[in-house]
């Protein structure tokens, strides 16, 4: 009678040993996901080249000189390694044709290891600003011009005001208004940029970008380059080189897209994501929201002179921008560590789109 009885009597130290195993178990997935992961809390924003009071509206930036322009900017730092510099004040490179000072960009953008990955105003394409969003030709109140590089009439990107910049639990998030100027006639669209730095990971940093443009008074007509049909033309990456003319840091650099690497130069193939990865120097993807107007979109993608990472919209297609009814261009910059593969960058964009489908 007494064997029988023996598990019952143990069935309480059988829960006990099931409960601490699981309890072991939550304790070491929490510690893993500490050691993964830099809290946001750790971040900051600093103000660049001084210190900012957001009681006082900021200066409006000095006219451009051939000595070059300091820019207005805010950089996000974590754990106080710099991630960023968004670039909201008139800057202009020494020696420079004023025509290309520039504004509204992000620059420098840094590796996880601190490493900066992008270029402004390099000596081959003067108009090639980090990390930047702007169109070759546009349309506009019956002429035709670009804020890609330096037309006429000039269509300048311009900063207005900030609507918001702070550091909370998500991360690092600057939201600013730009106004589309065309030469003297004004406003033609408004333009707000929205910036989210997530904490780094064990793999690689998440940066959410949102461009939201409203055309004002009348329609705006965008469209990608027409020069040898390449189509390129918005958000665009332009690698860094290290030093001189012709040393490039993503020169020869692995591209890869998913739908499988590229071993060339690519133009017009449509992608969710395209990457450039370097070795010892990790990587830089591109990922593009489901939500984005015609996704996939064509894209350029190189490594032959320089690394540059552009999903073209609306390219060779073109796109007319109603008045007053706001486009949005939803995408993710993921910085990673090793290459796409060891950088885990298909799935991080899987996380991604899951994320942007909800």
């Not at 900012?52 to 000189?65: E, I, Q, T």
């Not at 290891?113 to 000596?123: A, C, I, K, M």
């Not at 989210?196 to 009348?218: N, Q, S």
């Amino acid at each position: 009678m007494t064997a029988p009885g023996r598990p019952l009597k143990d069935l309480p130290r059988v829960w006990i040993v099931v409960f601490a195993v699981v309890l072991a178990s939550a304790a070491l997935l929490a510690l893993l996901s500490r050691i993964a992961r830099i809290p946001a809390s750790a971040m900051s924003l600093v103000e660049e080249p001084g210190p900012f009071d957001p009681g006082k509206p900021a200066l409006p930036p000095p006219p451009p000189s051939p000595e070059g322009l300091p820019a207005r900017a805010v950089t996000v730092l974590d754990g106080g390694q710099r991630v960023l510099t968004y670039v909201y004040g008139d800057k202009l490179a020494p020696g420079v044709d004023p025509r290309y000072a520039r504004s509204g960009y992000i620059h420098p953008l840094y590796s996880l290891d601190g490493l900066v990955l992008t270029e402004d105003f390099p000596r081959d394409h003067r108009h090639h600003h980090g990390l930047l969003w702007a169109w070759p030709e546009i349309r506009v109140r019956g002429v035709e011009t670009s804020n890609w590089e330096p037309a006429e009439p000039p269509l300048r990107q311009r900063f207005v005001r900030w609507i918001e910049r702070q550091v909370t639990n998500a991360g690092a998030r600057l939201v600013v208004e730009n106004a589309w100027q065309l030469g003297g006639t004004g406003t033609v669209a408004e333009e707000t940029v929205t910036i989210l730095v997530a904490g780094a990971t064990r793999f690689g940093r998440a940066i959410d970008i949102e461009i939201a443009l409203r055309p004002v008074g009348e329609p705006i007509f965008l469209k990608g380059a027409s020069e040898d049909n390449k189509g390129y033309g918005g958000l665009c990456f332009r690698g860094r080189a290290i030093e001189g003319f012709d040393s490039r840091l993503f020169k020869g650099a692995a591209m890869m897209t998913d739908r499988g690497p590229l071993t060339e130069d690519s133009s017009g193939g449509r992608f969710r994501w395209a990457d450039l990865s370097i070795p010892g120097s990790g990587g830089v993807a591109i990922f593009v929201s489901p939500r984005h107007p015609g996704f996939p979109p064509p894209w350029l993608v190189r490594n032959s002179y320089a690394g540059i990472l552009n999903p073209c919209w609306p390219a060779l297609e073109g796109a007319v921008l109603e008045a007053g009814v706001p486009v949005s261009l939803r995408y993710r910059v993921y910085i990673h560590s090793g290459d796409a593969g060891t950088g885990r960058v298909a799935e991080a964009y899987a996380a991604y789109l899951a994320a942007e489908k909800k």
